[in-house]
């Protein structure tokens, strides 16, 4: 497909771990990118991996990337409710910079 | 904090008018990028200046117009005002043409009455 795809909601308990995924439509995307955005603000960007690494963990995230399926996965680990926005994925390639739309994660008590 | 900063935080007019909007990159930084977001269309880039320069472009109407100054900081120019204007409006800078990270502000909300 043409857009960046990414499931909508996510709900976990406190606690968790939480594990969003994305599909990415270029494989010769250069970078890709998790952003996360709290009510009101902008998007605040988390974590990012080059396009010939498989894994990057940093502290309680980690994002994994398997590129002959163009699917990128972010794993948050012991899930708080400050967790609680929408994180987007995105792709870099030849000045095209594409997001998806956002998976609204619930952190519940 | 980001280190882009963006004015005005919320602008509120009508249909018809124009308005402009305000980036800061972070210092040192020499891409601004200008996105709009709202709840039908999510995250859309509109434009990318480099170093004053025009570098790519998005889906950005006729009607709107960008450009960056000598000392960097940009405008976004919204003229004609529609009432399906009223979004988000982001600005980004990252430090090169846009092979490292985009740091985010944090947006001017416009409201179209």
């Known amino acids: 497909g043409e857009d960046v795809e990414q499931s909508l909601f996510l709900s976990v308990r406190e606690g968790d771990s939480s594990v969003i995924n994305c599909t990415y439509t270029d494989s010769s995307s250069t970078y890709l990118y998790w952003y996360k955005q709290e009510p009101g603000a902008g998007l605040q960007l988390l974590t990012y991996?080059?396009?010939?690494?498989d894994m990057k963990q940093d502290q309680r995230l980690t994002v994994l990337l398997n590129k002959k399926d163009k699917h990128l996965s972010l794993r948050i680990a012991d899930t708080q409710t400050g967790d609680s926005a929408i994180y987007f994925c995105?792709?870099?390639?030849?000045?095209?910079?594409?997001f998806g739309a956002g998976t609204r994660l619930t952190v519940k008590p | 904090d980001s280190g882009v900063t963006q004015t005005p935080k919320h602008l509120i007019t009508a249909t018809g008018q124009r308005v402009t909007l305000r980036c800061s990159p972070r210092?040192?930084?020499?891409?601004v990028y200008w996105y709009q977001q709202s709840l039908d269309q999510g995250l859309q880039f509109l434009i990318q200046?480099?170093?004053?320069?025009?570098?790519a472009k998005g889906n950005i109407l006729e009607r709107f117009s960008a450009q960056q100054f000598p000392d960097l900081h940009s405008e976004l120019n919204l003229s004609s005002l529609e009432l399906g204007d009223s979004a988000l409006y982001f600005c980004a800078s990252s430090p090169s043409q846009g092979d490292q990270p985009q740091h985010f502000g944090d947006g001017t909300r416009l409201s179209i009455l």
């Open positions: 200046y480099y170093n004053g320069e025009e570098r």
């Open positions: 991996i080059f396009s010939n690494m």
């Open positions: 210092s040192g930084d020499l891409s």
């Open positions: 995105a792709e870099y390639n030849n000045n095209d910079m594409r």
